[in-house]
């Protein structure tokens, strides 16, 4: 097709032929670049592709950065992105240590299963002081309601608490299941 006055397209749409099954394979990157930029990213192993450039040319390979970006690729010399530091949020002061009794109470909630299909969840109330286990209230559902009864007769019979701890995590009754 190179001495005649037609394009490879015109040329591939006449005898009905696809025209990328005719077009000229690419010769094989040169290998000398591969291996220079695996002794690089041997050495340096945070390297990423441009930097990993940057050190080819200082040895005098110039290589246009797509094609860079994709023997990098192919090498499988990528390198994984590093996540964040995890910073705390705010200042967190160590909760005091309670020194009488009422002066803090811990509120948690417990759950397991009868078998394999019923589950239950139970209420515990502590006092931290002295570690004393004040009520357990076991039942398949504990609402709100029911855990705003059960604090009240507490309060009757020990007294108002300084204040209540509890910690809403995966087991707490306010989130949904």
Same mark, same amino acid.
């Given at each position: 097709? /190179?001495?005649?006055?037609?394009?490879?397209?015109?040329?591939?749409?006449?005898?009905?032929?696809?025209? /990328?099954?005719?077009? =000229?394979?690419?010769?094989?990157?040169?290998?000398?670049?591969?291996?220079?930029?695996?002794?690089?990213?041997?050495?340096?192993?945070?390297?990423?592709?441009?930097?990993?450039?940057?050190?080819?040319?200082?040895?005098?390979?110039?290589?246009?950065? &797509?094609?860079?970006?994709?023997?990098? =690729?192919?090498?499988?010399?990528?390198?994984?992105?590093?996540?964040?530091? /995890?910073?705390?949020?705010?200042?967190?002061?160590?909760?005091?240590?309670?020194?009488?009794?009422?002066? =803090?109470?811990?509120?948690?909630?417990?759950?397991?299963?009868?078998?394999?299909?019923?589950?239950?969840?139970?209420?515990?109330?502590?006092?931290?002081?002295?570690?004393?286990?004040?009520?357990?209230?076991?039942?398949?559902?504990?609402?709100?309601?029911?855990?705003?009864?059960?604090?009240?007769?507490?309060?009757?019979?020990?007294? &108002? %608490?300084?204040?209540?701890?509890?910690?809403?995590? %995966?087991?707490?009754?306010?989130?949904?299941?």
């Amino acid at each position: 097709m /190179k001495g005649h006055p037609i394009s490879q397209r015109r040329a591939c749409v006449l005898i009905g032929v696809d025209p /990328k099954t005719v077009r =000229r394979e690419h010769p094989p990157d040169n290998p000398e670049i591969r291996v220079e930029m695996n002794k690089i990213a041997k050495k340096r192993h945070r390297f990423g592709y441009r930097r990993i450039g940057i050190m080819l040319e200082r040895v005098g390979m110039v290589m246009n950065e &797509k094609k860079l970006y994709r023997i990098y =690729r192919e090498e499988g010399l990528s390198v994984r992105r590093r996540r964040g530091r /995890k910073r705390a949020r705010g200042s967190r002061t160590p909760m005091p240590v309670p020194l009488r009794p009422n002066q =803090r109470w811990s509120l948690d909630f417990l759950s397991d299963t009868f078998g394999a299909c019923r589950k239950f969840r139970i209420l515990a109330v502590n006092d931290d002081c002295c570690r004393e286990n004040l009520c357990l209230v076991a039942d398949t559902s504990i609402s709100g309601a029911r855990v705003a009864r059960e604090l009240d007769a507490l309060v009757r019979i020990y007294g &108002k %608490p300084a204040c209540i701890a509890s910690d809403m995590g %995966p087991s707490s009754p306010a989130r949904p299941s």
